[in-house]
């Protein structure tokens, strides 16, 4: 062990060459400096950290550091250590996505000066794929260099009453640290190792309970998989029935697209049912390996299937040994009563009961789970292999959610700011835009407003007008349905954050005709 | 809103029916506990939410509670509230997981009484598929119930050498948990939503700014993709090299089989490379479309690709448009000198560098990242999908992480404990078993330990009797190698927790050749 590692400060990976040690990490420094590989602000280790890491004095350090700091690569300050300077323009392209901007000389002075905009790169750039040997140093005198880098969000509307997400600004921040504290105090350290491919036993045992109790689910541990989201496992779902000879997988009328491109990139059609007052219509279930449901709460239109389909469709699956696959996206919010029971209660070996934590939660948290007949999780798990799964901590902290009540307390409160909107949403129409109709009924994060006929495309224009985000429903009818176009906006009352929600509210109203 | 839910308490899940509230209420209870869909323990909602819930009067759901009380399905406890009773036994699969054990009678005293052995149900068993109607009361008269059920972890060997997990014992649990409560603090609520399918920006640019730095790796956060562990990004490149029409993919003579059967799930054939004492050797690179590589510390072998071969592999790279793929799964730690830089670092244009937090973490983590080549990050997006992305917290977490400074503090430390390990079992072969060798570089978290010709099945028949868990050499080679069968180990002294390794060190030597 000549030259061990320092156990203190900063890794810095440097390839000395040439004559000389001085010299050779004066060059190293300098090309990871030139290059981009070292990003602006960059701090670099202490010369003493340097020095043990490299095997080398720590004199040698602290003097490669002087020559660079007087050549303006780097600059000095007392307290903040050593760091790569401030608007040095890379020689390629920038390793943290900032455009090249104006080179500067920078005295310790000069670091973190206020923005400006890029001019042209004084560092003459190097031919790309390989490196030079030392570049010019930077020495414009042009004005202060840009800021650090930032990371980029996408740009948002002014109001978003897109469907899918939940009011992410109450997520239960709070809470959910106090549930992974407390799984992380409590974890056998083996809960950190690769784990049981279905997920960790602790977060399914808690689904099991919780489904079982709050949605009518027979569910058992065993069968359940914990999956990153419903879309990953449709993902999964679709393999399996693609390797057992699936051709053609029947859906609603109305759903996401999402959804069907999934199942056709698994090389399944999907075929719209029927659909009218009572909801979708399984009648036309025929030779169809599988039928994609939300029967609980349809998405988009919002109805529950009716008593008699339900029966139906368990009928048919056991008639023909297909599989249902329940969508149950938003169980966790109906207002005005107990919600309906999940479908795969009536017959767990031929239902497939998928939710998520995306609307109840978060989408970020990436956590869904599958309740699966017994016959199917041996095929699903080998669809999704042992290479992706979820993350052992954030299903403890579930875990920990779910069993401390914290999920429930989360869930009731959630339940009663949607209502609220819904109310709020539904008592303005009424009060200024009577001709336009909310259907469906007192559940979820989204609802369907009929427009009164052709007003459609107007009311679309003035909410682009308005910077408002919101969808027609055509945009969730499947392309074969047999069904009547309908003028018809699917608002997501749940997607803003409580201080947006009024200014949504009201942007949604100006657009709607009176 | 004729019966909005309580905002209180827990969700129970209800469908009564039939003549009379209290009746159909108390049926319908009754029921789930009796088909199991209520787990023994469970706690219920109190009477008042309960009856705000399914919008009875609160004495209907009191009335109801003492019947089933009465009756021995539920016990009810001041300040533990009403729960359902212990060792009932379901009518069908238990939702626990716990079999079937004998029904008791429940007076509030005899919940959660010791553990004993299960036997027979006395409740008949209800007809699978279906719920029967109301069924007997449990009134058996066994000893005390079983304790609730506990989430069941797989057995463990005494000592576990198993190469490839780092100490989990080690993990920074606290340090961990601030850089959550840090990045939770200071995340906007988009952070939460369905995100950018390359991973978090947050990270990315984090990534970008520690890989250059401390592995010399050409990265932008642009090209970074956030993966679920290098099997999960392998699993992505394979299926884009198969969509591209290769064939078949050059290997390293050892490895591991996972990735190899990885590849062939994609489709693709591996054909390994020669070995010899210079490691891998590139000359047989022709028309295959990639190669997998571990350039910075062969696994298992230990050493460190020849420079003259580094230069051949991406030689061949730009001749032929083929594609290299560095798995660099222990570049934190190398214990004699700075490790030698990426390979990725002499062409990012034709080497994809691969990255994990398994091993400088922790593997349930479930996080990596793969740094691509600008052609390829579309085609594997596409491959992946936006369905399973890794959780957001935990790429907010280690994003924080890392630029705190808490990952190079953490992993000074682990390369120290590590390199101590190393030490240590290289100072007991010399001293207890001078005829074994330990081979490849002071790296990594594993050795390959040359035995005697001969010994291997002796020592592997006396690990076994020890309970000690170690892997022979001859598992990690490809059986199309054209290498000689040696009689090695490969010891993973990274392994163990703290407390655990001095026992497995000690295991070790004494089924070790003296």
Redesign the interface.
């Given at each position: 062990?000549?030259?061990?590692?320092?156990?203190?400060?900063?890794?810095?990976?440097?390839?000395p060459t040439g004559p000389g040690i001085r010299r050779g990490l004066t060059d190293a420094l300098r090309e990871?400096v030139r290059t981009?590989?070292?990003?602006p602000g960059?701090r670099l280790p202490s010369s003493r950290t340097l020095a043990a890491?490299?095997?080398v004095a720590r004199n040698t350090v602290a003097d490669a550091y002087a020559d660079l700091v007087a050549e303006g690569w780097l600059t000095a300050r007392q307290g903040s250590g050593t760091r790569v300077a401030m608007g040095i323009a890379p020689a390629?392209?920038?390793?943290?996505?900032v455009s090249p901007a104006r080179a500067t000389p920078t005295g310790a002075g000069a670091a973190r000066a206020a923005p400006t905009g890029a001019g042209p790169a004084r560092v003459s750039p190097a031919p790309a794929?390989r490196r030079a040997g030392t570049g010019a140093p930077p020495t414009g005198t042009s004005p202060a260099p840009p800021p650090p880098?930032r990371?980029?969000?996408p740009a948002?509307p002014t109001h978003n009453l897109i469907p899918g997400?939940p009011d992410?600004?109450s997520?239960p921040?709070t809470e959910?640290?106090k549930a992974?504290?407390r799984a992380?105090?409590t974890a056998?350290?083996?809960?950190?190792?690769?784990?049981d491919p279905r997920g960790?036993?602790?977060l399914r045992?808690a689904l099991?309970?919780y489904l079982?109790?709050?949605?009518?689910v027979?569910?058992?541990?065993?069968r359940i998989l914990v999956?990153?989201?419903f879309?990953?496992g449709?993902?999964l779902l679709g393999a399996v029935l693609r390797a057992r000879g699936a051709r053609t997988v029947a859906v609603e009328s109305y759903g996401l697209d999402?959804h069907w491109n999934?199942l056709a990139?698994a090389g399944l059609r999907t075929a719209p049912l029927p659909f009218d007052d009572r909801g979708t219509d399984p009648g036309e279930l025929t030779g169809q390996g599988a039928v994609l449901l939300t029967p609980g709460h349809q998405f988009p239109m919002g109805g529950t299937l009716h008593r008699d389909r339900r029966a139906a469709v368990v009928d048919w699956a056991r008639r023909t040994g297909g599989l249902v696959v329940e969508d149950d996206y938003d169980g966790?919010f109906?207002?005005?009563?107990?919600?309906v029971?999940a479908l795969q209660?009536?017959?767990?070996?031929h239902v497939v009961y998928a939710g998520t934590a995306?609307k109840s939660l978060?989408?970020?948290?990436?956590?869904g789970w599958l309740v699966l007949p017994p016959d199917l999780m041996e095929p699903v798990l080998a669809a999704k292999?042992?290479?992706?799964?979820?993350?052992?901590?954030?299903q403890l902290t579930l875990a920990e959610f779910l069993t401390s009540?914290a999920y429930?307390?989360h869930?009731?409160?959630a339940?009663?700011r949607y209502?609220r909107r819904r109310?709020a949403l539904v008592a303005e129409l009424a009060r200024r835009a009577p001709r336009v109709h909310a259907t469906g009924i007192?559940a979820g994060l989204h609802v369907v407003l009929r427009l009164p006929a052709g007003t459609e495309p107007a009311v679309l224009r003035a909410a682009a007008w308005q910077r408002l985000a919101v969808h027609a429903l055509d945009r969730y009818q499947h392309p074969q349905a047999a069904v009547e176009r309908r003028d018809a906006l699917v608002v997501g009352y749940g997607t803003p954050?409580d201080h947006a929600w009024s200014g949504a509210l009201e942007a949604l109203c100006a657009v709607l005709p009176e």
């Open positions: 062990m000549a030259k061990p590692w320092a156990t203190f400060g900063v890794d810095l990976h440097l390839e990871a981009g590989r070292l990003a960059t890491d490299q095997g390629r392209v920038s390793p943290t996505g794929g880098p990371p980029r969000e948002h997400t992410l600004g997520f921040r959910w640290l992974a504290r992380l105090a056998p350290y083996q809960a950190l190792d690769y784990g960790r036993i602790e045992t099991a309970g079982s109790r709050a949605r009518g027979r569910a058992d541990p065993d999956c990153a989201g879309s990953h449709l993902r999402v999934l990139a966790e109906r207002y005005d009563r107990q919600p029971g209660g009536l017959d767990p070996d995306s978060a989408p970020g948290l990436r956590l292999g042992h290479a992706d799964t979820c993350g052992s901590l954030d009540g429930d307390r869930v009731r409160a339940r009663l209502r109310d007192a954050p």
